[in-house]
């Protein structure tokens, strides 16, 4: 069992940054593969970003590629999601999800296993 709170959400002008955090209790948080989603009011969840157990392969969607950074650190059990030149497009509640695989692969929700709650990114234009 793995529990996971995200944090770090709010609201930012477009073109600014946030950085997104998802801690991680339970055992083995080291071998999940862990991955960031969003859903924006009226639409379906879509996968946003992935990285491997050991931060070794990531996987970004193209609406976020060159803009969003995924990284891990698994001394601290925490995930992290760097979003910069954020748009009113990116507008959201990103989650944070684990899955046991652990490839970094994974881009369906249905792959995941654990979910947090949720942190809501407002970008005003």
């Known amino acids: 069992q793995v529990q996971l709170v995200e944090s770090g959400g709010g609201l930012v002008q477009a073109g600014g940054s946030l950085r997104l955090s998802c801690a991680a209790s339970?055992?083995?948080?080291?071998?999940?593969?862990m991955g960031w989603f969003r859903q924006a009011p009226g639409k379906e969840r879509e996968f946003v970003a992935a990285?491997?157990?050991?931060?070794?392969?990531?996987n970004y969607a193209d609406s976020v590629k060159g803009r969003f950074t995924i990284s891990r650190d698994n001394a601290k059990n925490t995930v992290h999601l760097q979003m910069n030149s954020l748009k009113p497009e990116d507008t959201a509640v990103y989650y944070c999800?684990?899955?046991?695989?652990?490839?970094?692969?994974?881009?369906?929700?249905?792959?995941?296993?654990?979910w947090g709650q949720g942190t809501q990114v407002t970008v005003s234009s």
């Open positions: 999800a684990a899955e046991i695989t652990g490839r970094g692969t994974k881009v369906a929700a249905y792959d995941y296993t654990y």
């Open positions: 339970g055992r083995a948080f080291s071998r999940y593969g």
């Open positions: 990285i491997s157990w050991s931060g070794g392969t990531t």
